[in-house]
């Protein structure tokens, strides 16, 4: 009880959302701006992995614990432990939990200090994407109706490449931002989906989600084209944020899928030791 005391001392030990603490500030160019909260989270579990509170071989809190003892969302927290996952600081085994295997990150790992995470940006998309579907359905036009129409067609045929149809998913978005008439709704929307591409914890997770055969949901861009076409604020707002918040458990089920798949690779592993250990003769694959 008195190490799970000090563990909670040491993460609880300074504030994560001070805007002037001078240890979470980094640079960006040449202005300084307050470190990302999810970077933050990052730190202080590798602190206090580093002061020894989590040795290697331990399991850390789950999500949920370490959302409540930083004050954090559980999606700051998930982003913060594939920041560590990818440093090689941790793994995430399936139905066990994190754990620690190295007190330092490896040196060739990327630095990631200035990534927007994943479950950062689909939040904001969320919020700003409903409104801006909900003020589309009142301006846009029957052509961009029908460009959106066409976009959605090469999204649902499954004989196109992968890759086509993900484009048809941000020309869907970007259209539809189009359609509002306004440049700034569009310069910010196409910032967000720009984040996907140049952030590598971004696209690391979201090409998690496509080799486990996540694609852009067809039946959500549907039912946010039909209250367009009804010229429905409320439903187009409603089908946007619905949409979004299944990309975002689409993330979650794309990590969980990464950490039995590695579970079961390492199962492999063992057995064909001990099976060549025993003289077993393994069957052909």
Known sequence: MADNSAREADIRSTPLRSEWDKETLTAEGSKIVPERLYMQVARRLQQSIRLGHYPVNSRLPSERELADLLGVSRPTVRE????????????????TGVYVIAAEPETTTPDLTDNVGPFEVTEARRLFEGETAALAAGTISEAELTEL???????????LDPTI????????HLTLARSTHNEAIVSVVQSLWDKRYSSPLCVYLFSLARQIGIQPPVDDHRRILAALRAHDPDGAREAMQAHLTRVTESLYRATEHDARERARLKMDERRHVFARRAGVAEPAE
Do not use: K, T, Y
């Open 165 to 172: 149809r993900e484009r048809a998913d941000r020309d869907f």
């Open 149 to 159: 129409e066409g976009l959605l067609s090469q999204m649902a045929d499954d004989g």
């Open 80 to 95: 913060a432990i594939i920041v560590l996952e990818l440093r090689g600081v941790v793994e995430m085994r399936h139905s």
